[in-house]
């Protein structure tokens, strides 16, 4: 239930995914984006999320590759997720990088760069059968996209965007 302690390659594969553009975009922030103002309550929420998705991803054993079986299907889930969230970054990195560029949907799903990898989080979760992966995403989910759609919402009702 709560999973099978020992070192996951599949989770570090997956923190790569999610940390290497987050560092490159540290230096290629949007144009006007700041943090001031970001509801205190969401930020500790997002900030716990991360330290528990980070933690989760290493310490179990459970994301690595094991027998196929349907519930392989889940793995497959979250690696197509994290596939499109690196193209997404691609994309993002391509683009004059405003902050609509920062806040796009991709393929239908809003708010691709907050949602692809907290939906991937959870899948990867469900196919280790590790609760704390599901609690961690779920936390991280409401600090990480309730920022991402108090911002959204701050760049649509700028004059500008009229």
Not at 8 to 17: E, K, N, R, T, V
Not at 82 to 91: L, P, S, T
């Amino acid at each position: 239930m709560f999973g099978n302690w020992g070192f996951s390659y599949i989770g570090l594969l997956f923190l790569l995914m999610l940390f290497i553009p987050n560092i490159m975009w540290d230096k290629r922030k949007p144009q006007g984006y700041t943090s001031e103002k970001e509801n205190k309550i969401l930020r500790f929420f997002e900030r716990v999320g991360e330290v528990l998705i980070c933690c989760c991803s290493l310490v179990f054993s459970d994301f690595n590759i094991h027998e196929w079986t349907l519930w392989s299907l889940w793995l497959i889930a979250a690696l197509v997720l994290m596939i499109m969230y690196e193209a997404w970054w691609v994309r993002y990195f391509r683009s004059e990088r405003k902050l609509s560029d920062f806040y796009s949907s991709f393929l239908g799903i809003p708010l691709a760069g907050a949602t692809l990898p907290v939906i991937a989080f959870f899948m990867l979760g469900m196919y280790g059968k590790v609760v704390c992966m599901l609690i961690a995403a779920l936390i991280l989910g409401i600090g990480h996209l309730g920022i991402h759609i108090q911002h959204k919402k701050s760049i649509d009702i700028e004059p500008t965007n009229l």
